[in-house]
């Protein structure tokens, strides 16, 4: 047998031994039995070594196993809202975004064909419901695009960048001259423009240029990250605002303060960067990441709980975003010691004996009473970010 084998052999007895102590889905095992059988049948998978099998990717396999093991309705072909209450009152099709995201960094990570067919099964269900991909919130399709966009990159299905077109497409109608320009936040709203409507929309914009080579793209992601640095940042201090007319007097929310906000407006400033070289856009990400990272964290290190619900979810986007911005800039091991602080917290507080997370980090969940999904997806995406800065 050689290296490789016996590496992979090493890994497959953890995902077996973790698997025995958190309770095990039929979903999960036949992950574990399909990739046992590619090494049978002779086609084997890249493999790590045993020094990049780290403790974070340990830390990832486990939150992505759980995650589908406790939360995935696998008659409803999605996820319930909650878990163990297994709740399914509304249709969260902005948290199932962020879960294709989640499921797209284990992918990623691991190249393990198994975790699509749970993206597909979301798209599926998402199409069935609405009759139709799109959604009837801006920012919900842009985070929907986003995700998908990120598994046509690694798989070049041209079914998930049609996807990515059609949301895309959608998105633009958004646009309009109310409040100086900006994408609204939704259909039946197109007066209120907010920076989760228009920061993640110049993300977008920024990656699909990456794939078409349209100008026309380009010209969208920073047309569009203009609108936000003009009318929803703070120029001295990187403060990023919510949005500006939610009530229709013209307003800025300037005292709605949330992570997520930070989180794309820092992205959006990164993919551009990445495909210009403008520094200002650089600077502006690093302005705002160093706003958040004293803004957002507590006198424990631990990064602020914005409650349950949508806002379960806004913390991991920060930390998302943060970690691109890491990547791009390593010299900023600040936001990686920011990360890994919190990787520590949420192992040894904030996690329950079930495997739920804890909107704050540091305090677990009580077994009887678990996490709803947009926390759980927050905590994945604090040890998917970690996997791939460390």
């Not at 992950?31 to 020094?51: A, D, F, S, W």
């Not at 960048?161 to 994408?183: A, C, E, F, H, S």
């Not at 078409?212 to 203009?226: C, F, G, H, P, R």
């Not at 920060?318 to 800039?329: A, H, N, P, Q």
Request: aromatic share 12%; hydrophobic share 35%.
């Amino acid at each position: 047998m050689n290296k490789s084998k016996i590496v992979f052999g090493i890994l497959i007895l953890f995902i077996l031994i973790l698997a025995s102590a958190c309770g095990k889905s039929a979903e999960t095992e036949q992950i574990t039995e399909n990739i046992q059988m590619e090494i049978t049948e002779g086609e084997e998978p890249e493999m790590k070594t045993e020094e990049e099998i780290t403790v974070y990717y340990q830390y990832a396999d486990e939150s992505i196993t759980n995650l589908l093991t406790n939360y995935w309705n696998s008659g409803a072909k999605i996820f319930y809202d909650a878990y163990p209450m297994k709740k399914s009152g509304a249709f969260n099709y902005w948290w199932y975004a962020h879960a294709i995201d989640v499921i797209v960094d284990a992918y990623i990570r691991t190249q393990n064909s198994e975790y699509i067919k749970y993206i597909d099964d979301i798209i599926d269900s998402i199409i069935a419901r609405n009759k139709k991909i799109t959604n009837d919130y801006y920012d919900d399709m842009e985070w929907m695009a986003l995700a998908i966009l990120r598994l046509y990159d690694e798989t070049k299905n041209e079914q998930y960048l049609n996807y990515v077109q059609i949301l895309w497409r959608d998105i633009q109608k958004g646009w309009n001259d109310t409040m100086g320009g900006g994408i609204a936040w939704r259909k039946e709203q197109l007066d209120y423009k907010n920076t989760p409507a228009n920061a993640p929309a110049a993300i977008l914009a920024a990656r699909i240029y990456r794939v078409t080579n349209d100008e026309v793209d380009l010209e969208w992601a920073k047309k569009i990250y203009s609108f936000v640095k003009d009318n929803l940042t703070d120029a001295s201090t990187g403060q990023v605002w919510d949005g500006i007319n939610r009530e229709g007097n013209g307003k800025t929310d300037k005292n709605w303060n949330f992570t997520y906000c930070h989180g794309v407006y820092i992205g959006a400033g990164v993919e551009l960067y990445r495909i210009t070289g403008e520094e200002s856009y650089l600077h502006g990400a690093v302005k705002t990441a160093d706003y958040a990272l004293g803004k957002f964290i507590d006198k424990n290190g631990v990064f602020t709980a914005e409650g349950d619900g949508d806002g379960g979810l806004f913390k991991g986007i920060l930390i998302r975003y943060l970690g691109e911005l890491y990547k791009t800039s390593p010299e900023l091991t600040y936001i990686k010691d920011a990360i890994n602080k919190n990787i520590e917290i949420l192992r040894e507080n904030g996690t329950n004996n079930i495997g739920n997370f804890t909107k704050n980090f540091n305090i677990a969940p009580a077994d009887d009473k678990g996490s709803d999904l947009s926390t759980q997806l927050s905590g994945c995406m604090l040890f998917e970010i970690a996997a791939v800065i460390n």
